[in-house]
């Protein structure tokens, strides 16, 4: 089973949750982890597509796992206290987070890019971000866990993050940010460089 660093760091997020809803499970990875070392109960494996679906069903057998076809939370029925989104884009990660349940469920989100766009939308939804990690495996990901609740982020914690911001082993990703913004700018137009000159700043200044 291909168990990337990504992978391994977002099972072990699941640690003390009971029942773990996996959005866009694919192969199941996360939850099979999970399960094998007893940090959950049980599972709720769901993807939009039946093939990874069933990638799923093999990698998790004999596991107590219900599998469920459905776009997001459109049909999920069943309970959950943990739900994971990880290993999407941001854009998907949000109307996926559109149909979220009113209640007083946690959420691990994981998106492979603008981690800003992310952090933007939950601020204006009501979403509160109450940590955020940093995992190095080939690429930089930030995970963020987040609850329903009002938070309130200044242009910085929305690049940085609000929690990030404080963990050192996330200065070397912010140093890599920086690095690639200088690389592009000369070639953006000139309403971009002056959003790129603004994320340089936030991310040399820290
Ligand atoms: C790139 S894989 C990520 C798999 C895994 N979550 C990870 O972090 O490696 C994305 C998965 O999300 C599924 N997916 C895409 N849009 C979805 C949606 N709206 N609802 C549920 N699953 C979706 C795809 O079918 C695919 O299996």
């Not at 963020?144 to 609740?149: E, N």
């Not at 690389?183 to 971009?192: E, S, T, W, Y």
Request: aromatic letters at 10%; proline letters at 2%; glycine letters at 6%.
């Amino acid at each position: 089973m291909a168990r990337s660093k990504r992978i391994e760091y977002l099972a072990q997020l699941t640690t003390g949750y009971d029942r773990v809803l996996d959005i866009g499970t694919d192969h199941g990875f996360v939850l099979a982890i999970a399960l094998e070392n007893k940090w959950i109960k049980s599972g709720i494996a769901s993807d939009l597509r039946e093939k990874p679906l069933n990638q799923a069903r093999k990698n998790l057998k004999g596991y107590s796992v219900e599998y469920i076809i459905s776009d997001g939370f459109k049909d999920i029925k069943s309970d959950f206290d943990l739900a994971i989104i990880a290993g999407m884009g941001a854009y998907l990660i949000t109307e996926i987070m559109d149909n979220a349940p009113q209640g007083n469920q946690t959420y691990l989100l994981q998106a492979n890019d603008k981690i800003e766009v992310l952090r933007q939308y939950l601020m204006e939804q009501g979403f509160k971000i109450i940590d955020e990690y940093i995992v190095e495996d080939k690429f930089y990901y930030v995970i963020l866990k987040v609850i329903r609740g009002d938070m309130s982020l200044l242009d910085e914690d929305i690049y940085l993050g609000p929690i990030l911001k404080n963990k050192t082993e996330a200065l070397p990703y912010y140093a890599k940010k920086a690095r690639q913004i200088e690389k592009i700018l000369p070639h953006a137009d000139q309403n971009r460089q002056e959003i790129l000159k603004k994320m340089l700043k936030i991310y040399k200044n820290i």
